[in-house]
């Protein structure tokens, strides 16, 4: 396959989300303008303008009219996705790390970095239907066990039930959002053992996956929390991703962008790897970046996935047939 | 090209033209034959060069129906939205977006199917001797044999470059070089000369060395490929090579193949074996390929 590479951020890419269709493509990065492109072709159709620090994730709703977006700027914004208009601007005082909608794009989990003397915490808010009546307060605020610890990712569980969290702590927790108490955590065992980096839901939302920086992904059962897969690989991941059409997870890292420069880019392993979903199996890798893959997302109909790395490309990648029939 | 149309040609003139007046009359009509059954579509074209002389132009194409792409309505209209943000007023030539001019391919960590060939490959000796070009198949990164080829290897990005490469045969029995008298980093020994090259083949013609045991099947069915004639054959012996000759246009068996036994004896005892054999509802016919000297 060629890849098609997008170069429109200067700085390295943090993460990459396509919307429900899979027409529609955005992508975050260090530098402060979240960029939309079209999937097929990897065009370049418009920039959200208005943030003033790197952008960390994204969340578009189901209908792809509205997106979020959260910033070190401390804010989370959201967006009217047709004309990059600032629609609305969630202040924090601390850099907003992860976005994510809830199923009916009515509610949205946000979580802040501990800064200064603030600790990290979950927040959860109201999306007003109408951007006129929207208000700041949060419906609901989580705080972490340890507030010292970042909270990397959370995302909205199986009909807005939980909220799932990962983070600095390398435990996974599950949260009910009625009460705000917390119902589960991975044990010490079973977890990661190091700082968790990306969490991916499957399409169902039956079962998720984590990368940590330990070598390791894992899948786990949505409602019960149960280690069904370990994915081991030599390198730090950065970035997990799930195929919606086959039995596949990508894993995308590589080593630490601090110690790059130190060695030779072909002994950094910088390939979104492919690995069977059930046999635990490595089926392949896909290189490319001249630097660690911090972010990976799967078109919604299988068919391309697109990688964004250290290096401020973001490769979308349409698979040749072979891929399909690929057998172990 | 007839005179008379030359003399048209030359008379004619651009500034004498009518607005509605047309070239046509000077050539034939463009003409579109097929796409017929294979997909192959014809198109003639006539022209006149800049010398005035007319010119035929055969265009043959294969046309072939992709997959419709599905959009759905929603996608479709998003298609048509402004631009806006910096990519509103990005000029035409910014380049953002570039098709990669490398070939990315998924990279297996084994090639499938490995294990067998290399377990058959060390089992038979005989089969080693014959094959030849076969067992030479040695990565010289990983010294893994019958895997893949040194360039195909996947840890040849870890290994050491080319230029302290050391002339090291890669394992004792597939190296044919260490034996050799004369033979070191200095001198260059022709394959041929080469110790355990097969002498009998009198060297010089590369060719021949695939003739050997060269077995021709004919009135194959157009449905059979290189696998079914490998499993019709290999019961006989050792069989290095299995080619069924395919068309290009129509990519159907031509109805005939070749088989490469290693040992001579293999080969005519499938010959007497198989030929007027029945296969698929034809009568095979199988023979030397090559008029054999004796």
């Keep these: 396959m060629r890849p098609i590479l997008m170069k429109g951020h200067e700085r390295p890419l943090t993460f990459l989300r396509y919307n429900r269709d899979g027409d529609l493509l955005f992508s975050c990065a260090k530098d402060h303008t979240p960029t939309l492109w079209y999937a097929d072709n990897g065009e370049r159709h418009g920039t959200y303008r208005g943030h003033n620090g790197a952008v960390w994730s994204c969340d578009v709703s189901r209908d792809s009219s509205r997106l979020i977006t959260g910033s070190a700027d401390q804010t989370a914004k959201i967006w009217e996705v047709k004309t990059g208009r600032q629609l609305f601007s969630f202040k924090f005082g601390s850099p907003a790390r992860s976005v994510d909608f809830s199923v009916g794009d009515k ?16 927040h959860v808010k109201r999306i007003a239907e109408d951007p006129e009546d929207q208000i700041d307060d949060s419906v609901l605020i989580l705080q972490n066990p340890d507030g010292k610890k970042r909270i990397n990712r959370a995302v909205w569980g199986p009909l807005n039930e939980t909220i799932v969290s990962g983070g600095e702590d390398a435990v ?8 705000g108490k917390l119902i589960k955590e991975s044990n010490e065992e079973e977890g990661h053992k190091k700082t968790i980096t990306s969490l991916c839901k499957a399409a169902d939302d039956s079962h998720f996956i984590t990368g940590s920086l330990d070598k390791t992904a894992k899948l786990w059962d949505m409602r019960t929390l149960t280690l069904i897969k370990t994915y081991t690989t030599g390198v730090p991941v950065n970035a997990v ?16 962008a601090s110690a790059v420069t130190t060695t030779d880019h072909r002994a950094g392993k910088f390939e979104a790897k492919f690995y069977d979903k059930i046999l635990q199996e490595e089926i392949g890798g896909v290189k490319g970046h001249f630097g660690p893959i911090n972010a990976l997302a799967f078109n919604p109909d299988g068919k391309s996935f697109s990688s964004g790395g250290e290096d401020g490309y973001v490769r979308l990648h349409h698979f040749d047939s072979d891929y399909f029939n690929i057998k172990i | 090209m007839t005179i008379d149309s030359q003399q048209k040609t030359s008379k004619f003139r651009w500034g004498e033209m009518d607005e509605d007046d047309d070239l046509d009359f000077l050539l034939p009509p463009r003409q579109v034959i097929g796409p017929d059954e294979n997909g192959v579509k014809t198109v003639i074209e006539y022209k006149f060069n800049d010398e005035g002389n007319k010119v035929k132009t055969t265009t043959r194409t294969r046309v072939r129906k992709l997959a419709s792409a599905r959009l759905n309505k ?21 380049r953002l977006t570039m098709v990669s001019t490398e070939e990315i391919l998924m990279e297996r960590p084994r090639a499938p199917g490995t294990k067998a060939d290399e377990s058959k490959a060390a089992g038979d000796s005989l089969s080693q001797l ?68 097969d002498r009998n083949a009198t060297g010089s013609d590369m060719r021949r060395r695939n003739d050997e045991n060269s077995v021709r099947v004919t009135n194959l069915s157009e449905d059979t490929r290189e696998a079914d004639l490998m499993e019709l054959f290999h019961p006989f012996g050792a069989v290095t090579r299995v080619y069924v000759a395919i068309d290009q246009k129509t990519s159907m068996s031509r109805g005939f193949g070749f088989v490469n036994f290693v040992s001579r004896e293999d080969a005519q005892r499938a010959i007497n074996k198989l030929n007027g054999y029945g296969y698929d509802n034809l009568i095979l016919r199988v023979e030397w390929a090559t008029p054999r000297p004796t």
């Design chain 1, 107 to 122: 509610l949205a989990v946000i979580t802040t970095d501990p800064f200064m003397e603030r600790t990290s915490a979950i």
């Design chain 1, 172 to 179: 996974i927790r599950v949260w009910d959002t009625e009460t």
């Design chain 1, 241 to 256: 991703a799930m195929s919606p059409l086959l039995n596949h997870v990508v894993l995308g890292g590589g080593q630490d």
């Design chain 2, 74 to 94: 929603r996608a479709m209209e998003r298609r048509s939205w402004p631009k806006f943000g910096d990519a509103a007023n990005e000029d035409t030539g910014s």
């Design chain 2, 130 to 197: 014959g094959k030849g070009g076969a067992v030479l198949m040695v990565c010289r990164t990983c010294h893994k044999k019958g895997d893949h080829w040194t360039s195909k290897c996947p840890y040849k990005d870890l290994a050491v470059p080319a230029d302290v490469f050391i002339d090291k045969p890669p394992t004792g029995e597939a190296s044919t070089t260490s034996t050799a008298p004369g033979t070191g980093k200095a001198a260059y020994v022709p394959p041929s000369m080469r110790a355990g090259a």
